[in-house]
């Protein structure tokens, strides 16, 4: 084993020292997004090894080595700096997440951003199934957690600018499967999407995407696919210009391929190709999308499992169109994402096949054709003319392509006692393998790579000159929140057909949907408004534009639900998954069982700063097919949850890990009501700050217990967080009544 990092390729020249860590080049190679900055896993480079042996040694190519970074994370690279998402000390009772910056030339550790992960069923083996991505014109990094707060972060420092749990402000998923999306940079947003099930008019599922100011996190818009996807997915965005139009082009959770404007969300198509989530990002090159999946076929072929087709895009604005050239079922490739190499298409499948179709007509020229591994997750990279592979199985293979035999292996070997889920990448001809137990730099005499301008790449858009006409308006922010009194400047942007932005005219006309007034470009929220939501329009001409906010106040909080026909409306990921019923006499909050893939449900009440409060409910469950409910309130990221099946009761904070668990026996009944007590205090200061965590659950109808009935501590405590709800029910109900939450004033 290796310490912290070694710097082991002592046959590397001189010349490639000279940018170590802290000399950057504006003409440095970089690789700032996981597929590169042409976001097709290609890069122009010369002189790469097409061997590599990873014990390393005296006359070994590989640079350095890092045997304490990995996992499923494919790094990033920008200026001489390398990006990676790390679980943060494991298997102890503060582990978390955390990204963590290394010198790219020498592997040392740079700086590292640690964080907690809470509510998540994301286990800690799949810490990091997401990348980060850079933005070279401010280096600045972006990283998707596995609990779904987004941070943007200081390249050079590691400072957090700005950070938003998208779970609690957007009721975005974070399950079991470590499905994390990535983030893509484009001029001044950064764009992130997930599963959200939001407030209103959103509050079905929906893989949708949230645009956000680069440099403040401040929502500029904010769209989706359809409602009701199968999955969550992992699979990201390109960018690219097609007809003259900006698109970005991703795979949804929905099963199918997805073009949007990115600096509106414009929705402007979509190819419907499998019954389950889009795992493999559709490769993009020109006006041609690639896309494979490994799942059911929709219909009328879904009886077989898995294809892979070949699509043109053409059109702008409403006209956008995408037109299936060709298909070729049952290549099962949920995973790896291919490379188009001339006019042939190089895929391989789940189980390590090589496949090579004509990319125009989608012949097959190469079927099924081992050549290394069982098993694949990672990506293809193409760089100076060869095909780098990384196998599931720790196996890896270099190959060439071939006129004859579709490819030839140039090399190929073992790391043993590991597996590779990340993707190879290449900078400043450098390539770097990442392993779920290692990171390699592997690097020979005389490589080099040309850089690429990463806006460039996308293609040449039409002058906007040629289309002055506005046809889109959009209101900034597109998604707030406000207390009761609160005002927000709105500011109108508009767009053309193309998506393009042009000079806002002075004659913009307002409508509130709901509570509160505009007064020029400022909305007001009334003084007496509570626990409710406003749509905002904007008119410009024929062109209308929208954006929501809640209206929240401060606490103290009561809901009996008595003069409620749904969930309160300000209420992040409550309504669908419940509803007002009578129960006993009284209308409760019920959690429905009938809805699709609904046993889990969080819903959150509120702004993300509150800290030391208590939440209180009456809760009740019913035995349906022999099951009990799990009932819980949540708390700055915890949960109390009175557990149905195992007769216990539990406060924990990462559902998967439970890296801080208190879990005792507590029987209790159904079809009687309880009443449920959380309290959280903060004790000292940070960083030495602990969590301590209250618990009190006794029969509604006698007096409360002075004792607590559980307690826990947390010496990495989660400082603020939404108060919420937390349900976990396959066939049976819970309900749920005079839910209340109140800051701590006094000793508990």
């Known amino acids: 084993m290796y310490s912290s990092f070694d710097f082991i390729g002592r046959r590397v020249s001189l010349a490639i020292l000279a940018v170590a860590c802290g000399v950057t080049s504006a003409a440095a190679a970089d690789w700032p997004y996981w597929r590169g900055p042409t976001f097709d896993g290609t890069a122009q480079a010369t002189g790469?090894?097409?061997?590599?042996?990873?014990?390393?040694?005296?006359?070994?190519?590989?640079?350095?080595?890092?045997?304490?970074?990995?996992?499923?994370?494919?790094?990033?690279?920008?200026?001489?700096?390398?990006?990676?998402?790390?679980r943060s000390m494991p298997a102890t009772d503060r582990e978390g997440e955390k990204v963590v910056c290394l010198n790219a030339l020498t592997g040392e550790t740079l700086w590292e951003n640690a964080y907690n992960v809470w509510l998540s069923d994301v286990p800690a083996e799949r810490i990091g199934w997401s990348s980060v991505v850079g933005d070279p014109e401010t280096g600045k990094i972006y990283a998707l957690g596995a609990c779904d707060i987004f941070q943007c972060m200081d390249g050079k420092t590691g400072e957090t600018l700005w950070s938003i749990p998208l779970h609690e402000q957007f009721g975005m998923l974070s399950t079991y499967g470590g499905r994390t999306n990535f983030p893509v940079v484009h001029e001044n947003l950064v764009i992130i999407s997930g599963i959200i099930i939001n407030w209103g008019d959103a509050a079905k599922p929906n893989h949708r995407l949230i645009a956000l100011d680069k440099n403040t996190g401040e929502v500029i818009w904010f769209s989706g696919t359809r409602d009701l996807p199968f999955d969550t997915t992992y699979s990201a965005p390109s960018l690219v210009t097609i007809d003259g139009q900006r698109q970005l082009i991703m795979g949804a959770g929905d099963g199918a391929i997805w073009g949007f404007q990115p600096r509106t969300g414009k929705p402007l198509w979509h190819y419907n190709l499998s019954r389950r989530g889009i795992f493999a990002t559709p490769l993009v090159v020109g006006n041609q999308v690639f896309a494979s999946h490994s799942e059911e076929n929709v219909a009328p072929n879904n009886n077989v499992m898995g294809a892979v087709a070949g699509l043109r895009v053409s059109g702008t604005g409403d006209d956008t169109k995408v037109e299936e050239l060709w298909k070729q079922m049952e290549v099962v490739a949920g995973y790896s994402e291919p490379v188009l190499i001339g006019d042939r298409l190089y895929v391989v499948d789940d189980r390590c096949k090589m496949w090579i179709f004509d990319a125009e007509t989608g012949a097959a020229i190469v079927e099924r054709k081992s050549f290394v591994g069982s098993r694949q997750r990672s990506a293809l990279?193409?760089?100076?003319?060869?095909?780098?592979?990384?196998?599931?199985?720790?196996?890896?293979?270099?190959?060439?392509?071939?006129?004859?035999?579709?490819?030839?292996?140039?090399?190929?070997?073992?790391?043993?006692?590991?597996?590779?889920?990340?993707?190879?990448?290449?900078?400043?001809?450098?390539?770097?393998?990442?392993?779920?137990?290692?990171?390699?730099?592997?690097?020979?005499?005389?490589?080099?790579?040309?850089?690429?301008?990463?806006?460039?790449s996308m293609g040449q858009e039409t002058p906007i000159a040629q289309n002055p006409a506005i046809t889109q308006v959009q209101i900034v922010p597109a998604e707030s929140v406000l207390k009761p009194g609160e005002k927000i400047e709105l500011k109108i942007n508009v767009f053309n057909v193309l998506g393009q932005q042009l000079e806002t005219p002075a004659d913009v006309t307002?409508?509130?949907?709901?509570?509160?007034?505009?007064?020029?470009?400022?909305?007001?929220?009334?003084?007496?408004?509570?626990?409710?939501?406003?749509?905002?329009?904007?008119?410009?001409g024929d062109a209308t534009g929208k954006a929501r906010t809640r209206i929240v106040p401060d606490l103290p909080w009561k809901f009996t639900f008595d003069d409620l026909k749904d969930p309160p409306l300000s209420w992040v990921g409550a309504r669908y998954?419940?509803?007002?019923?009578?129960?006993?006499?009284?209308?409760?909050?019920?959690?429905?069982?009938?809805?699709?893939?609904?046993?889990?449900?969080?819903?959150?009440?509120?702004?993300?700063?509150?800290?030391?409060?208590?939440?209180?409910?009456?809760?009740?469950?019913?035995?349906?097919?022999?099951?009990?409910?799990?009932?819980?309130?949540?708390?700055?990221?915890?949960?109390?949850?009175?557990?149905?099946?195992?007769?216990?009761?539990?406060?924990?904070?990462?559902?998967?890990?439970?890296?801080?668990?208190?879990?005792?026996?507590?029987?209790?009944?159904?079809?009687t009501w309880y009443r449920m007590k959380f309290r959280v205090d903060i004790e000292s200061e940070p960083p030495a700050a602990v969590a301590v965590l209250r618990g009190k659950v006794w029969p509604r109808d006698e007096d409360e217990p002075k004792e607590w009935t559980i307690t826990a501590r947390d010496e990495s405590p989660n400082l603020a967080s939404s108060p919420g709800l937390y349900g976990n029910a396959k066939v049976a109900e819970l309900y749920l009544d005079n839910v209340e939450v109140t800051a701590n004033t006094d000793e508990p």
């Open 381 to 456: 990279l193409h760089a100076d003319g060869k095909i780098y592979v990384l196998t599931e199985n720790g196996r890896w293979a270099v190959v060439v392509p071939d006129e004859e035999d579709g490819f030839k292996i140039l090399n190929k070997g073992r790391v043993r006692n590991t597996g590779f889920a990340g993707s190879p990448i290449v900078a400043d001809g450098r390539l770097y393998f990442p392993s779920t137990t290692g990171l390699y730099c592997v690097a020979a005499e005389g490589g080099s790579q040309t850089p690429v301008v990463m806006a460039e």
């Open 48 to 86: 790469l090894p097409d061997d590599w042996d990873p014990a390393g040694g005296e006359d070994s190519n590989v640079l350095w080595k890092r045997d304490d970074i990995g996992g499923p994370c494919t790094p990033i690279v920008m200026d001489g700096r390398l990006y990676t998402i790390q």
């Open 577 to 671: 998954r419940h509803v007002i019923r009578n129960i006993d006499g009284s209308p409760a909050l019920t959690k429905i069982s009938t809805i699709p893939k609904g046993a889990r449900s969080r819903a959150w009440m509120g702004y993300s700063d509150l800290s030391e409060y208590t939440i209180s409910a009456d809760a009740r469950g019913a035995r349906m097919s022999d099951q009990l409910p799990d009932i819980g309130l949540t708390a700055h990221g915890y949960v109390l949850d009175l557990m149905g099946e195992s007769q216990q009761l539990q406060i924990r904070t990462w559902s998967a890990q439970l890296r801080m668990a208190e879990t005792i026996a507590f029987p209790w009944k159904e079809d």
């Open 510 to 540: 307002f409508e509130v949907i709901g509570a509160g007034k505009v007064e020029g470009s400022t909305y007001v929220a009334p003084e007496d408004a509570a626990h409710t939501g406003t749509t905002i329009i904007a008119k410009v």
